[in-house]
């Protein structure tokens, strides 16, 4: 079975910085991959290209069997057409640490916009699922509300019954409780967990460690834009073979 998302060689530069020096990572269905890392690693850079929002300078970057970009001449990555394009966005979900929400866009009409508009999917079946979600997340009573009437973590339940909401094969999630409370931290993971342990595969950017043991099945350690270390959650938070994993990890505990 190929990956749900596979990209290779990736390189990426803002100007003469090179954020991404030749990244590789391949994603297996119902698998929950964990990044982690200093800040101005690429982390975020790396999911912004994997999820069509970047483009790659090099190297390649595939969905299922679907080329989204290859390696050209001397590694320059070639797009693929419009449609193609079109069709791979419609193959993930993204949840942003500041949710991203549509701010004059009820609970309900952030949750079916992109289903109904973009994937032109039929509005009664969409609403249905909306309202399955939102009992899911938590969020009953919510749905004629405007972002700004929720808390934090409400906002990024939100956020994630909206990715939810386009049945995505992958869901990348980048630092998705950074801007919150510790305890309105706790009901955002507990809704991340709840997706791993129905094998939902899942891109996790987290600065939270004891999350990251529990539900990642492969810990990434990213810096200075390459992967430095990756292997079983246990493995890399609890026994990292390389200096500057351990060093990070001292420095955040
Ligand atoms: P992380 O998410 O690991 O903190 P980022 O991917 O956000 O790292 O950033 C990596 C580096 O790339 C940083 O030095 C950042 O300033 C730079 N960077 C990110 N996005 C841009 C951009 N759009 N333009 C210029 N520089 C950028
Ligand atoms: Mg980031």
């Known amino acids: 079975m190929p990956a749900v998302v596979s990209i290779k060689s990736a390189r990426k530069s803002f100007g003469a910085v090179e954020v991404l020096r030749g990244i590789s990572l391949e994603v297996a269905c119902g698998e929950?991959?964990?990044v982690i890392g200093p800040s101005g690693g690429g982390k975020s850079t790396l999911l912004r290209c994997m999820t069509l929002l970047e483009t790659l300078d090099a190297g390649g970057l595939s969905y299922g069997e679907v080329d989204v970009a290859v390696p050209g001449e001397g590694g320059t990555s070639v797009y693929a057409k419009g449609d193609v394009l079109k069709r791979a966005r419609g193959r993930f979900g993204l949840v942003f640490q500041n949710y991203n929400l549509f701010p004059h866009f009820t609970v309900m009409r952030n949750i079916v916009d992109a289903p109904i508009r973009v994937q032109r999917r039929d509005r009664a079946e969409v609403e249905r699922r909306a309202w399955e979600l939102?009992?899911?997340?938590?969020?009953?009573?919510c749905e004629d509300k405007v972002p700004?009437?929720?808390s934090g973590g409400q906002q990024q339940r939100v956020a994630i019954a909206r990715a939810l909401a386009m049945d995505p094969e992958v869901i990348f999630f980048d630092e998705p409780t950074s801007a919150l409370d510790p305890e309105l931290t706790?009901?955002?993971l507990r809704?991340?967990?709840?997706?791993?342990?129905?094998?939902?595969?899942?891109v996790v950017v987290t600065h939270e460690m004891d999350?990251?043991?529990?539900?990642?099945?492969?810990?990434?350690?990213?810096?200075?834009?390459?992967?430095?270390?990756?292997?079983?959650?246990e493995q890399v938070l609890d026994n990292p073979r390389e200096g500057r994993t351990r060093a990070f990890l001292a420095r955040i505990e």
Do not use: H, N, S
């Open 32 to 34: 929950v991959v964990a």
């Open 148 to 150: 700004c009437q929720l």
């Open 186 to 188: 706790a009901g955002v």
């Open 134 to 141: 939102i009992e899911r997340m938590g969020l009953a009573g």
């Open 211 to 233: 999350f990251a043991r529990e539900v990642a099945d492969r810990v990434v350690f990213m810096d200075g834009g390459v992967i430095v270390e990756e292997g079983p959650a």
């Open 191 to 202: 809704v991340i967990r709840g997706l791993a342990a129905e094998d939902m595969t899942m």
